[in-house]
């Protein structure tokens, strides 16, 4: 099967960096597309960042120009740099992989806890 770990959240100040990193493993061909979401407390999960087998990427609106997506295709891996948090970016932070079999099946990680004090 598809196993999907994130790793790199914690507890950080206003203005601090985290750089989250996600491997994806198993049965894993076809891998596609590869990106992080997220999800504070009583609010809907929310994409932050996606990037293609290509590399194109796509960003919430609100991390444009403090967040940083990069993928290493040889590791299977995403990275999420995250400079410049603020309070408000605070939220379990979930990685999302796309395999294409014959339409898109997606795998979830367990998430990871990023927490940003004012």
Request: glycine content about 12%.
């Amino acid at each position: 099967q598809v196993q999907v770990v994130e790793s790199g959240g914690g507890l950080v100040q206003a203005g601090g960096s985290l750089r989250l990193s996600c491997a994806a493993s198993g049965s894993i061909f076809g891998l596609d597309t590869m990106g992080w979401y997220r999800q504070a407390p009583d609010k809907e999960r929310e994409l932050v960042a996606t990037i293609t087998s290509s590399g194109s990427t796509n960003y919430l609106d609100s991390v444009k120009g403090r967040f940083a997506l990069s993928r290493d295709s040889t590791k299977n891996m995403v990275y999420l740099q995250m400079n410049s948090l603020r309070p408000e970016d605070t939220a379990v932070y979930y990685c999302r992989v796309g395999l294409r079999r014959l339409g898109m099946v997606y795998y979830w990680g367990q998430g990871t806890q990023v927490t940003v004090s004012s």
